[in-house]
């Protein structure tokens, strides 16, 4: 579980990025951390990791202190940034080199996700395309099996199909005990799989939310017109107003996370106001 | 998870075998260019005497000493980039393992690899000398004042291990520069401490034991200003720069 408590911090003193900060994340769950670009995702990412420092306030994964980079605490979780660098050594020998620093690192499950991605794993790290590279660490990270897996714009230079079995991926490696946190802007890329929305705005946490609770408050719809008082939020199209509705008769409607996402960052938003 | 040493042997061996393994480029780069190196130093002593190959162990202490620093300024290699210095922090090891499996590379493991590629050169350079017969002596390395040196390496080498740690970009000339100033300052110290007990500005030198120029010679061998700085060069000088070493690798973000 990830725990942050009154977290501030600012790459430089005087200018802050997250002020009194408070997040939590639970076992069981993939959080789809969203945020337009600058928001702070990839910084708050960090943070969790043990990458950097806060200045004041605590983060906590599994109750220790990630900063202090214990072998335990290390091994807890994996992260997959959204920039890397790979050496120039194949898939193998990077294997006999790293894993075994994960004690549950599964060989088995690291090949099939190879294969389901068509990585050619002959080939070394660094010869290999940027998309090539992001599927080699996918299926690395999430062989590492650790409780908290951290994706930082996974789906970024993946093509379509690979988006695709990213998304399949994720979804059957879940269980009670683990924990996936997938940043992205691209909202429509994680939809189907996240189960909590988070979104990150000017390093504040504007939304938190499971997909049940968005579920029972809200509806998407497309309207024809958008007078009704329950519109939330709407976004004119080709065929009408695609609409962020309040759920007044437990309707059931398919989430548009894009939509959703839209309506929370939008200027004094009434979705964000519909939970508080 | 709850099994996880805070400290292994295994997993210093793991980071030393990563490093190696995600090296060997440069690692085999470097063991051609001190097989070159002596090499060199042989076929140019033989040009100019077939015999001097006995004298080449200096070579092997100058060679020690020049490919030693150069490894040294290439330690924490990761840290020269962001996603490597990432990936590098992340990987589970604590902050000591990661510390001495750098040092060991630098140090033991360097030593060992390069008085091992002496002694290959050393007994081809004895097995051709025994078929064309001329006489060659095996050299033997292993003497007090080699490991006398060996220790003057290590304590050097702990500068610019924290170097390594300290300056992103091309660590060793920045340490180079550092130790140059210290040196310099050094100088003037001493230079100032002569002035004070002769009392006329003199260029002295520092030989060891004492103050010395021209006409003059100073013992201070059993003086403090003398014994503490010696005392601080061989027991403070390497654990204080390998402690700010491991809060350098601590404090460090990515």
């Known amino acids: 579980m990830v725990e942050i408590n009154n977290l501030n911090f600012g790459y430089k003193k005087k200018e802050t990025l997250f002020s009194e900060l408070n997040l939590e994340l639970k076992e069981g769950r993939i959080y789809g951390l969203l945020g337009k670009n600058g928001s702070g995702k990839t910084t708050l990412l960090k943070q969790i990791a043990g990458l950097l420092h806060p200045q004041s306030g605590t983060v906590l994964l599994n109750d220790e202190i990630p900063q202090k980079r214990t072998p335990k605490v290390l091994a807890s979780y994996y992260m997959i940034p959204e920039e890397f660098e790979t050496p120039g050594i194949n898939v193998k020998t990077f294997l006999k080199v790293t894993a075994p620093f994960y004690p549950g690192f599964k060989t088995k499950e690291f090949y099939e996700y190879l294969e389901e991605f068509k990585i050619d794993t002959k080939q070394k790290l660094n010869k290999m395309s940027y998309g090539q ?10 062989a590492a099996d650790t409780p908290l897996l951290i994706t930082d714009e996974p789906t970024n230079g993946l093509d379509i199909p690979s988006k695709s079995i990213f998304r399949k991926l994720m ?7 683990k924990l996936f946190v997938i940043s992205t802007h691209q909202v429509k ?18 939304f938190n939310q499971a997909l049940e609770n968005i579920s029972d408050k809200l509806c998407f719809k497309t309207l024809k017109s958008i007078d009704d008082e329950n519109v939330l939020y709407a976004e004119k199209g080709i065929t009408g107003y695609s609409a962020v509705v309040r759920n007044t008769g437990e309707e059931a409607s398919h989430i548009n996370t894009e939509l959703l996402f839209n309506s929370i ?7 964000v106001n519909e939970f508080n | 998870m709850e099994n996880i040493k805070s400290f292994s042997f295994k997993r210093i061996l793991l980071l030393m075998q990563k490093t190696l393994y995600e090296n060997a480029k440069s690692v085999s780069i470097g063991l051609i260019t001190v097989f070159g190196f002596f090499s060199f130093i042989l076929i140019m002593s033989a040009l100019k005497d077939a015999g001097a190959w006995d004298k080449l162990q200096a070579f ?7 490919a030693g620093f150069f490894i040294s300024g290439m330690a924490f290699s990761n840290f020269r980039n962001k996603e490597k210095t990432m990936s590098w922090l992340t990987l589970p090891a604590s902050i000591s393992e990661k510390l001495i499996s750098e040092w060991l590379l630098t140090t033991i493991i360097y030593i060992i690899a390069y008085s091992a590629i002496f002694y290959a050169f050393n007994l081809i350079v004895f097995l051709i ?3 064309f017969n001329f006489e060659v002596n095996f050299i033997n390395i292993f003497t007090k004042e080699t490991l006398i040196l060996f220790l003057h390496y290590i304590i050097i080498q702990s500068i610019l291990l924290a170097g390594a740690a300290t300056f992103k970009k091309v660590p060793l000339f920045f340490t180079i520069s550092s130790l140059f100033i210290i040196g310099l300052i050094i100088s003037f110290y001493l230079t ?4 004070g007990i002769k009392g006329q500005f003199e260029v002295f030198q520092f030989n060891g034991n004492g103050i010395q120029s021209n006409n003059f010679n100073y013992d201070l061998q059993n003086h403090w200003l003398i014994k503490v700085p010696k005392i601080m060069y061989y027991y403070v000088t390497a654990p204080v720069f390998w402690i700010y070493t491991y809060f350098k690798i601590k404090e460090k973000e990515a």
């Open chain 1, 133 to 142: 590279k992001k599927k080699f660490l996918i299926s690395f990270g999430m």
């Open chain 1, 171 to 177: 979804a059957s490696a879940l269980s009670e005990n």
């Open chain 1, 189 to 206: 890329d994680i939809e189907g799989i996240i189960d909590t929305v988070v979104v990150l705005e000017d390093g504040k946490i504007v």
């Open chain 1, 265 to 271: 960052i939008a200027k004094d938003s009434k979705v």
């Open chain 2, 60 to 66: 092997y202490y100058v060679g020690l000493f020049i």
């Open chain 2, 129 to 131: 000398g025994d078929v």
């Open chain 2, 192 to 195: 100032i401490l002569a002035l």
